[in-house]
């Protein structure tokens, strides 16, 4: 088995079971031979070739893989948080491809969906044949989603869909959309098959960050679905709300993940590189910047662990998952910075991943909430006040 990291100095390792551990060497290993060989000409195309990586995810078993039954590997927290991890180590954009599809679109079909719901859909997301998306967000109601526009109205027995929503991971390759809209019962989630008449995904072009991800613009014009097309058991916001809750547990051990690559990087360039006469690793100011990045890095990992273990008992809370990602986004945002300083000229290129991480954390930072939500969410746990509006 192959450490967790080149210094582990926590020992997170230690941590870990031998079934977590080999899950994380699969799916490392998965990366180093399939992924990474493209990730430059991926982000500088601006593009990934989504329907292949999910049909050998899928494979693979990492696709909802933290769900029970429907096929799904049924892990436990903690070792879909370690694929997270490595993935985005890989990728900020490939652990988005995987973190949408199973945290998101299948985890609302499979915790709010009714039975024939789960089976239409979750065997075929599962293997990657079908890939879905998760609209929430519309172009003026970020943060603040319960101010949605978008809406769906009763017609005889049938939904009429209507409305826009902007900034939608795998929006354009979907075969299935799960929409939320605002309903005389308040917000509900939709069903929608991406062939339904009156759907269409633009993709947004012109991104400098999550470039290797399809990000979408969805339009609904009076999209009409049956009466079984709402998930059954959603009611209200805290629905699709417990979806980011699944979707941010991923990125609290992802973010770290491209931190590490960071990390890693910074060390070897340091290592080779000479400067008057001497390797950059020689040099203090070079050794205080990584053990900076080292320590943040450990820290970040334990607490990875930590909430994972709290999820897998079953008593994890909202404001933890708040510490866990505005600490660990924060933290691998700093790594990837100051290894980017360490790289010099060469870290501004696509020869290195530093600066593509970078780019692809300042996404993270901002989407699945921001740092100033994830901040008032720990404020209001502390104070018993919410200080959103
Ligand atoms: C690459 C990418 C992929 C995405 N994928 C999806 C997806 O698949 N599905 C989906 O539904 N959405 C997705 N999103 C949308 C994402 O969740 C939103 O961008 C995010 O919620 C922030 O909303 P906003 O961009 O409208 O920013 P705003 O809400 O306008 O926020 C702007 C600034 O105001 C701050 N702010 C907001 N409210 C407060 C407050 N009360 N007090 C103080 N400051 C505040 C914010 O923290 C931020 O700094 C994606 C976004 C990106 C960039």
Redesign the pocket.
């Known amino acids: 088995m192959t450490r967790l990291a080149p210094l582990d100095l926590v020992d997170a390792d230690g941590l870990l079971s031998d079934e977590e551990r080999a899950i994380r060497d699969t799916v490392r290993k998965f990366c180093t031979d399939r992924i990474r060989p493209h990730l430059a000409e991926w982000f500088e195309q601006g593009d990934l070739p989504a329907r292949d990586l999910a049909r050998e995810m899928g494979d693979l078993g990492l696709l909802g893989m933290h769900l029970k039954g429907y096929g799904a590997a049924g892990t436990n927290a903690v070792s879909y948080g370690l694929a997270c991890h490595e993935l985005e180590a890989a990728d900020s954009g490939v652990r ?1 491809l995987v973190s ?1 599809q199973g945290s ?1 679109a299948m985890y609302a079909i499979y915790a709010y969906g009714s039975e024939e719901q789960k089976n239409e859909w979750l065997p075929r997301m599962v293997t990657g044949e079908a890939i879905g ?5 519309e172009a003026d ?4 989603p319960g101010g949605m526009r978008t809406n769906a109205k009763k017609d005889g027995s049938d939904w009429v869909l209507n409305g826009t ?1 902007m ?3 795998n929006g354009s390759i979907a075969d299935v959309a799960v929409v939320w809209a605002r309903t005389d019962e308040g917000i509900r989630g939709f069903v929608v098959p991406t062939t339904a008449k009156g759907f269409r995904a633009n993709t947004v072009h012109g ?1 400098l ?2 470039r290797a ?1 399809i ?1 979408s613009e969805l339009v609904l014009e009076d999209v009409r679905l049956p009466a079984d097309a709402v998930l059954p058991l959603s009611k209200g916001l805290s629905s699709p709300l417990g979806c980011l809750t699944e979707a941010r547990f991923g990125i609290i051990f992802g973010s770290i993940g491209a931190g590490r690559d960071c990390l890693e990087t910074a060390i070897a360039y340091a290592a080779d590189r000479e400067v008057f006469d001497k390797p950059l690793s020689a040099y203090q100011l070079t050794q205080a910047k990584l053990a900076e990045m080292a320590v943040e890095l450990g820290k970040g990992m334990l607490l990875a662990i930590q909430i994972g273990r709290l999820k897998d008992a079953g008593t994890l809370k909202a404001e933890q998952i708040s510490v866990g990602k505005l600490n660990n986004v924060r933290a691998a945002l700093q790594i990837a910075r100051e290894a980017r300083t360490i790289l010099g000229a060469n870290g501004i290129t696509l020869e290195y991943p530093v600066m593509r991480h970078a780019n692809n954390l300042e ?1 993270v930072l ?8 994830h901040l ?1 969410v720990i404020g209001q746990a502390l104070t018993g006040q919410a200080a ?2």
């Open positions: 988005s949408v998101l998306c998760f609209g929430l967000t109601f970020g943060s603040n929503k900034w939608i991971t991104k960050s999550l991800s990000t996404s901002t989407y699945e909430g921001t740092s100033e939500v008032l959103f509006r």
